[in-house]
């Protein structure tokens, strides 16, 4: 019998009043798995975010949880899931201490010796009050409630924001010991970078729509990228003409300049008719695919 995914959303939507946020999002993610989760702001990443957590209801499309329909099991769905929102809302007159006992009794779990150890791991200070701490340091404690209760799914939203390179490396090490034991990441993250390190697959998300749902190794073939063509002698971009998925930058001299979408194939096929020598194309960071991928008509809430 094959197991339902950690997460999946089906048509997933959400208006506001006659304002469109998010618009039929479909994906899953599997057990074990880490999707990134990008897209510009106001794409409606942090509106899938809260209603996967029960925090908003969609307008039509549901969300389920290990095949729990979030909607109607709010409660359950909530005990299986760490969520670290954007924006954090803690109790700051508690110390750090205090507000990990108090959720563990929200939880009716004993979670503190996880907090503790997730605690020292972090560099966190659990004695220390919260409104008292600086915003790396509070991160810090959004990140250990996050993970206090070995959740099965975690839902996060700019995790590492603040902080410092040594504690977010602690943090990717504290995510891969989730995932080898079995949790579901969804993470979304302006450090594009990091997602491509952690992440196996990414959804993105542009005006409320997702316009790419893939392996982070297949990204490159769905956006466009640069490409410089030299020929034996001059230049001549007629070869190139109504070449699918090329478009044409310069040509000077020897060489042609444009970006391809897709397969090289039938632009090198054509090339080569044209007495190509050489080709060069620059290795394209996860971000420049990333605004290869996404219009710019406009974002949603």
């Known amino acids: 019998m094959v ?31 880490v999707v990134g989760f ?10 899938v975010m809260r209603m996967l957590m029960g925090l908003i209801s969609p307008s039509t499309g549901n969300a ?23 924006t954090l809302g803690l109790y700051g ?42 915003k790396g340091t509070r991160q810090k404690v959004g990140v250990v409630q996050a993970f206090m209760h070995s959740p099965r799914v975690l839902v996060l939203d700019e995790p590492t924001s603040g902080l410092d390179p040594l504690v977010q490396h602690e943090f990717d090490s504290i995510l891969h010991e989730a995932c080898a034991e079995g949790a579901a990441v969804l993470l979304s993250s302006h450090v594009l970078a990091e997602v491509e390190r952690l992440a196996q697959r990414v959804a993105i998300l542009d ?35 109504g070449v699918p998925g090329f478009r044409l930058l310069s040509c000077s001299g020897r060489q042609i300049t444009g970006t391809v979408t897709g397969s090289q194939r039938p632009m090198l096929e054509a ?31």
């Open 271 to 301: 090339a080569l008719r044209g007495g190509l020598v050489t080709v060069t194309s620059p290795e394209r960071p996860l971000d420049e695919l990333f605004r290869g991928l996404v219009g710019r008509g406009g974002t949603r809430s």
């Open 207 to 241: 005006a409320g729509r997702l316009v790419a749902f893939d392996d982070v190794a297949n990204l490159p073939g769905r956006a466009s990228r640069m490409v410089t063509l030299e020929f034996e002698g001059p230049a001549d971009p007629t070869h190139l003409a």
């Open 3 to 33: 197991s339902a995914p950690a997460i999946r959303t089906c048509s997933l939507t959400k208006w506001y009043g006659r304002s469109l946020g998010v618009d039929s999002v479909s994906f899953e993610v599997q057990p074990g798995e």
């Open 93 to 134: 007159t508690m110390t750090a201490r205090q507000y990990f006992l108090f959720l563990g009794r929200m939880r009716r779990a004993d979670c503190m010796a996880r907090a503790e150890a997730l605690s020292d791991r972090l560099a966190l200070d659990t004695g220390a009050r919260i409104n008292d701490m600086s």
């Open 64 to 86: 389920e949880i290990f095949g729990a329909d979030v909607a109607t099991s709010r409660s359950s769905v909530r005990a299986a899931i760490g969520y670290l929102p954007g």
């Open 38 to 47: 990008l897209g510009p702001n106001g794409s409606g990443k942090t509106t």
